[in-house]
Each structure stands twice: as structure tokens, then as C-alpha cells.
């Protein structure tokens, strides 16, 4: 089992907007996800490709493909970047029978390093859906450190909702893991 993960190319945008429209009614709501809040998968897929065309320093948002024996089977993006400082984690893994394999602690172990070196952060923030039990176990698991449960939307894709905010310091290994 080879896992292996690949900044996000022109060719493969369509990838994450046919993830998030390939989802039911169910798994959108225990994401927090509000299609309602959803570009149109042209113009979202033009979305992300002038950000791939974007300096590291200017980038909004930033995509990191993971792929389990050369198939993608999911992703992490990081959002609300302040180069040199903090950004916004986020986590998929696209189909149910990838989820609670502890594959997306191994994709997670490969893909934190590679947000702080790229964009320089001191901090990396997560807000997982606070009844998401998976991604709130696995942030744990790597030792991101809870600071409190809130109320919010988390991001543009989202609905109000409860989240649980974790945060994970650069000088926080988790390599060693």
C-alpha cells in the first residue's frame, strides 16, 4: 500500500468539485456542507485553477491530493493563509470504505509538514464539525491541542454550526507520531 500526495495540477481541479457534488444529503450534512453555497463546477473548477497559478505568498487556499497506490482517494486543503504566520486546515477522504482505516492519520502525518514548510507557518488551525467523531479523533492522534467548542461558519462552503477549534504549534513534531 504506496501512499503518496501531490499538490493539486490544472488537470486534476475537477477532481475536488466532483467530490463535493458527488455527495449525499447526509454526508454534506455531516461535513457541515451547504450546496446551496456551491459555484457552479465550472466556475468553482476555474476558481481553482487561477489559485494554482498564484504565487505561494498570494494564495487564498492551497490543495494537496492523496493518493493510495496511484488513485486519488481524497484530499487536504488549507485555507484563510497568512503567509509566514497561520492557515485553516481541512480533510476528505471521498469514499466511506477509505474512512476509519487510519489512512487519513498516515496522509495527515506526510501533509502537516508540508503546509508549515511551504507557507512558512508559526500555526495550523482545524475546525472539524464538533459530531464529526473521525477527523476530531485523528487531530488528537497528532497533536493538535483543543481549545474550546464554538459556534460558527467555518468556511464559504459551510452552514452555522458547532465545531471543536484545535490548533497544532510548528514546534509540535508529529512525525514522531
Known sequence: MEITIKELEHKDAELIVKYWYSLTY???????????KFLKPIDWTQRLKDEIDKTIEHKQFYYLLWYLDNVP???????????GETAFMHLHLWK?????????FQFLQKTIPIYFKTFELKKLYCEPKSDNKAPNRVLE????????QSKKVPNWITFHQEVNEYILNRNESIEER
Open 73 to 83: 482517494i481524497g484530499h487536504s486543503n488549507i485555507d484563510q493563509i497568512k503567509f
Open 141 to 148: 492522534k497528532l497533536g493538535f491541542e483543543f481549545i474550546k
Open 26 to 36: 447526509f454526508e454534506l450534512l455531516k461535513f457541515g456542507a451547504d450546496k446551496t
Open 96 to 104: 466511506s470504505d477509505f474512512r476509519q482505516k487510519h489512512l487519513g
